[in-house]
Structures are given as C-alpha cells and as structure tokens.
C-alpha cells in the first residue's frame, strides 16, 4: 500500500484531481481573490512548463546520441526501420478512427459545443522564458554526433556522453520529478476554471470512442510486437500505467519521456541500448493515440456542422499527410491539431464557406486541446510494443561491438 501511495502514477492521479477540484472552487471566487488565485495558478504553471520544457532537449541528445554509440552495426537502417515504424503505426490508427468514426458519428448527438469560456489574466506577473532548442534540432543532432563518434571511432566522445547521460537522468529524478504534479494539477485547475472540461459534455460520446479505439490500437500493436518478436509484450505494458497517467496529465510526449523511460526500464525484454535510442525518437516521431483523435474529431465536427461525412478519400489523403507534417508535434499541448490546420482548410474544408471554417477550427480547438492528453497517452504507451519490435530488429542485426568501455 505504501509503495502504491508513493507511486508516481497515483500522484500524478490526486494531482489531477486536486487540481481539476481547485479549478472548479476558482469559479466560485471573485474580485481580488479571485485574481490573486489564478495568478498564483499560472505563475505556478509557467515556472515549472519553462522549466520542464527547458529540460526535454537535454533528455532527447543525452538519451539517443550514447545509444547510437553503443553499436557499430547498420545504424543507418536501425534508424531508416524506426521511422517507417512510427509512421506505419501512425497510418494504421487513422484507419481505424476513420473506419470507426465513419460508421459510428452519424449516430450521435453532439450538443452545444459553443459553451462561452471564461478568461484568463493576459499576463503573468512572474515572467521566466528560458531560451531552448527545438526538439527535432536536438534530435537530428543527436543523431549525427552519435553516427559520427560510431563513424571515426571517437573513444573519448563516446566516454563523455555515456557519463552525459548518467548526469542528466540524475537531474530528472531531483528536479524534474517534483515539479511534474505542481505543473499537471495547476494546468488541469486552470482548464477547469476555464470551462474547457465542461466543454467536453457535448463531445462526451465521441471521445468515449476516441479513448475506445486508442485502447484498442494499444492492444493491437502490443499483439503484433509479441507476434513478431516471439516475446510476451504484456511485459513491457504492465509497466507503463505510470507514463500513461503521466502523458495525460502533460499532454506532451517530450515531457513525459523520461517517465517512459522510467518504465521500459523495468521491462526484462528490451535492452537499455534499445529504448535508450528508440523512445526519444518515437516520442518525436510516433502520433498514433493523438492521429486517432484527429481523424475523429474532423469527421465528428465536420458532421455536427453540415450535417454530412466527409468522403473518405479526402479524409485517406488528410491521414497521409497529416502523419508527415506533424513529425516533432508531440513536443507541443495541441501540436498535431495546429500543425494540421492549413491542410485540414485544403482537403476537408474545400468549397465551404470562410464563416464555416472559423466555428470548424474553434470547436475542434476547444476539443482537441481538453481530450489531449488521451491521445499522447497512447502515443507513449504504445511506444513501448515500437521499442520491443526495434529490439529484435538490433538483436537480428549483425552483432553489436561497443565502442568504448566507459
């Protein structure tokens, strides 16, 4: 029971709570109290995402760029299969929420999505914006110093990032992990406050089956990496409940990676060389849970507002590219569906009318941004079947040489 207690997924899960009941208590506030108490909410939230954020760079170079040296084998294709990995499953789970949402959204009834929000304070008075670099920067930096240290040979480079790496997991344990339940009960009191949670009634159903066929394709591809590995991939998914709770409380993939990271370490069938390299990659690259709501949530608004379904064609060719534009997305709160806005006007929203496209982008906004956090949940838990299948790709490579004893 005291393990439990201690456990961050049960922390992160009273730190929601907590923080959507605070939310709810702001509403009953007014005047000078209730200026003072959002702004101790949002100071709190600013402070900790700049530092949070600030941190995911450094977790992704010190993470991928030692793994890479850790094998001298065809790390060009480890990383060619890894992508096309991602990118595969991404297609697969737009399939099935286009299959699911064409069949199912015809028989719902929506409600009044148009419930008016309260405001927020314009500014913060404690401001810390820490410059950062962008995460598919570092990635591909990452990248290039780890195929360049294997390349040459780079002993002492190879040394220095393996002790990099022993640093920066150490400064995630005692400063990123207490800042993480100050930061996710303080966005959740705000989105409560705010009306975003009540926002979700009308949508209730649609994001029932959202979380429905998440679940499922989590399960689908944790069969098909035990079919294809030979292994029983229940022993990486019993672990991860802790970034699943974690992911929906940050809504950020990047944010949430070392907690993945945390949990795929317990698993005795994937090795460290393995996950070290393949989860900040898939963490940047792999979109299922958040494509699955996407694809949902088009069909379900385009259909609440003309009363039709979008074709199926527009809604496959939406899928690809939408899969390839939102490559580094997951770094972000919302960041598919802002990335996806401009082809979703194009493919979707060819012929209809300007005022309809604005009430389209401000319900699906709405939507999207409170039921986020499901859909980077799957994301993240269904990394961990990509990790195993990647696994016994490197272990049928030819053998791995370390290049450095360090």
């Known amino acids: ?32 109290a209730l200026d003072t108490a959002l702004q101790i909410m949002m100071i709190a939230k600013h402070i900790t995402s700049q530092i949070i954020f600030f941190m995911v760079p450094l977790i992704i170079f010190g993470c991928v760029a030692p793994s890479i040296t850790r094998f001298t084998g065809n790390v060009t294709g480890i990383l060619v299969f890894t992508i096309a990995l991602a990118y595969l499953s991404s297609i697969g789970a737009a399939g099935l929420s286009i299959a699911v ?21 314009e500014k913060t008075l404690v401001q810390l914006n820490f410059p950062t670099v962008d995460t598919m920067s570092t990635l591909l930096l990452a990248i290039l110093l780890g195929l360049g240290t294997v390349w040459t040979k780079f002993t002492t480079m190879a040394r220095f990032l393996e002790h990099f790496q022993k ?6 344990r005692k400063v990123l992990l207490p800042l993480l ?57 019993k672990y991860y409940p802790k970034a699943y709770f974690t992911a929906l409380g940050t809504m950020s993939s990047a944010a949430t990676l070392p907690f993945a990271l945390e949990c795929i370490a317990e698993s005795p069938i994937v090795k460290k060389g393995t996950y070290d390299f393949a989860l900040p990659l898939f963490s940047n690259l792999h979109l299922c849970g958040s494509v699955i709501a996407e694809m949902f949530l088009v069909t379900s608004t385009y259909y609440m507002l003309t009363g039709t379904l979008p074709s199926t064609a527009s809604l496959l060719m939406f899928a690809v ?52 956090g499901f859909g980077t949940a799957c994301n993240v838990t269904a990394d961990g079947a990509l990790a195993l299948i990647t696994d016994k790709k490197i272990s049928g490579a030819e053998p791995q040489t370390r290049i450095c004893n360090g």
């Open 101 to 121: 949402s064409q069949i199912s959204v015809p028989l719902l009834d929506f409600g009044d999505p148009g419930t008016a929000m309260r405001a927020l304070p």
């Open 167 to 172: 640093m920066v997991l150490t400064i995630v």
């Open 321 to 372: 590219l939408a899969c390839v534009i939102a490559i580094g997305s997951p770094g972000v709160p919302g960041g598919l569906n802002m990335s996806c806005s401009t082809i979703v006007a194009s493919i979707i929203l060819a012929g209809q009318s300007q005022e309809l496209a604005v009430e389209f982008f401000g319900i699906m906004t709405a939507v999207y941004t409170v039921q986020d």
């Open 181 to 237: 339940p100050v930061f996710v009960g303080t966005n959740f009191a705000l989105l409560a406050y705010k009306g975003q949670i009540d926002q979700m009634k009308g949508f209730l159903p649609v994001i029932g089956l959202v979380v429905a066929c998440q679940l499922v394709w989590i399960a689908v591809m944790y069969v098909a990496a035990s079919i294809y590995t030979r292994r029983n991939g229940w022993l990486v998914l």
């Open 1 to 32: 029971m005291k393990t439990l207690l201690k456990s961050t997924a049960f922390i992160l899960i009273c730190a929601i709570a907590i923080g959507a009941a605070l939310g709810y208590g702001l509403q009953l506030l007014s005047g000078a």
